[in-house]
């Protein structure tokens, strides 16, 4: 059943109910007029009361044409403004056709004022006079005026921000299922620009605006919308074959794509504490998607592989769940320089949370796991890294909190997790000397403990 939510599709509803409307008004408004007031077909005169009838019925046609082409101007104008793909998905065959129809029927006003079927001929062998032309007349403006009701709430639903969230998400899913049939390398890259050009960027653009106005209730939607993109093209990158390994790594890099995009919205608005909270909750739901993968049986292990360790391919620096979880540790990294303990509490709480899927997931694939757990506690030594050489206290005490915690067995194994991120990612300011002082930190912490 269809519904009437950003997440569904709702299309059909409102032209459906259009022509209905109108079809209904024009039977009920031709059997009401035939009951109370029959026309009298052989009388070709035209009275005062009926010339005031039919103009009144001009003026109402016209005001109706010109209401609805603003309308549909304005809506013109919108789409244009967030991406030039949706201009084609607003100015569709229903608009020019209700528009030609009342149209038409003021034109057929217009004749009936000037006194044409006074004179009865045959037009496409219906015998036709004046108190004909008012009749046919009055039932259609009715059923067209009527009918505005259901076209209105029509172009509301296509005005709406997440019916626009929803075509561009659309449309980022055409382009990457053109390119998957297509699959072609030397036209890869080209693909997937287009897809952040006119669908990835525009999408972005749409939550950066709502969170400026503070439109929070529409900012979560649509990163619901984006979560379910982000899902779709990665049970799509599953079932790519071994040998396109280059068509996997492409569809993993528009996913990272989006996830540095709902970055960008968390880092813009850290000191938002409900944008910074959607943000981080979403981030943490797309890690959740990885490493769910990682410890499923649904994909064989080369794919596995290349999600946690990014073995499949040599140029590959790092793995797509370092990167996707790098996210969250950047916003951290920015939060602390601002002071916010809020910010860095939730990320510190949403890294935790990975730990805790990953421990509850039961699996086969032991060494997956317990790779997925050292991962998220190398985050902390490195943000307890990282809080040492900035001496930020409250980011230090936080991460040790956490770490002290831990067997010295699985700190051995997070910090070779934090050394390979360190060497992933040349461009930090941590080298081995200070994630040593740190780490003996940390011990020196843990032996005063026992």
Not at 177 to 189: D, Q, R, S
Not at 310 to 332: F, G, H, V, Y
């Amino acid at each position: 059943m269809t519904r009437w939510d950003g997440n569904m599709e709702y299309k059909k509803i409102p032209p459906a109910l259009m022509i209905v409307t109108v079809v209904i008004s024009i039977l009920i408004t031709g059997e009401i007029i035939n009951l109370k007031h029959p026309p009298v077909w052989g009388s070709p005169e035209i009275n005062e009361n009926s010339r005031y009838l039919v103009s009144s019925i001009f003026q109402g046609l016209v005001a109706a044409f010109a209401m609805i082409f603003t309308f549909i101007l304005i809506a013109v104008q919108l789409s244009y403004n967030y991406s030039e793909l949706l201009i084609d998905k607003f100015f569709k065959l229903i608009d020019i056709g209700y528009l030609v129809l009342f149209l038409a029927n003021a034109i057929w006003s217009l004749l009936i004022m000037d006194g044409i079927f006074i004179t009865p001929f045959s037009f496409w062998k219906i015998y036709i006079n004046m108190q004909k032309a008012i009749y046919i007349n009055v039932v259609i403006s009715v059923g067209l005026l009527l009918g505005l009701l259901p076209y209105f709430l029509y172009i509301k639903k296509r005005m709406s921000i997440l019916y626009l969230a929803n075509i561009l998400k659309e449309e980022c899913w055409k382009t990457i299922l053109k390119f998957i049939k297509n699959n072609k390398n030397a036209e890869t890259n080209k693909i997937i620009e287009e897809a952040e050009k006119n669908s990835i960027g525009p999408l972005f653009s749409i939550v950066l605006r709502l969170a400026e106005d503070r439109k929070y209730y529409l900012v979560l939607r649509i990163l619901d919308i984006i979560e379910d993109l982000i899902l779709k093209i990665l049970k799509l990158a599953i079932s790519i074959e071994r040998e396109n390994v280059k068509t996997f790594t492409q569809l993993i890099r528009i996913i990272t794509r989006i996830s540095y995009s709902i970055n960008n919205v968390g880092e813009n608005f850290i000191e938002d504490r409900f944008i910074i909270d959607a943000t981080i909750s979403s981030l943490v739901r797309i890690n959740k998607m990885f490493i769910e993968l990682i410890l499923s049986n649904e994909i064989p292990d080369y794919w596995k592989n290349f999600l946690l360790y990014c073995k499949t391919n040599k140029n590959c620096k790092n793995s797509p769940l370092m990167k996707t979880t790098q996210m969250l540790e950047d916003i951290a990294w920015r939060a602390s320089y601002k002071n916010l303990d809020y910010v860095i509490n939730v990320v510190f709480s949403g890294i935790e949370e990975l730990k805790k899927i990953t421990e509850a997931i039961k699996t086969d694939k032991k060494e997956y796991k317990k790779d997925i757990i050292a991962l998220m506690n190398g985050w902390h030594i490195i943000m307890g890294a990282y809080a040492l050489y900035k001496d930020d206290k409250y980011m230090l005490n936080q991460a040790l909190k956490i770490l002290l915690t831990l067997t010295t067995e699985d700190i051995i194994r997070a910090e070779k997790w934090a050394k390979r991120i360190i060497y992933a990612h040349p461009r930090w300011v941590l080298d081995e000397s200070t994630l040593n002082k740190f780490l003996e930190k940390l011990f020196f912490e843990k032996f005063k403990r026992v």
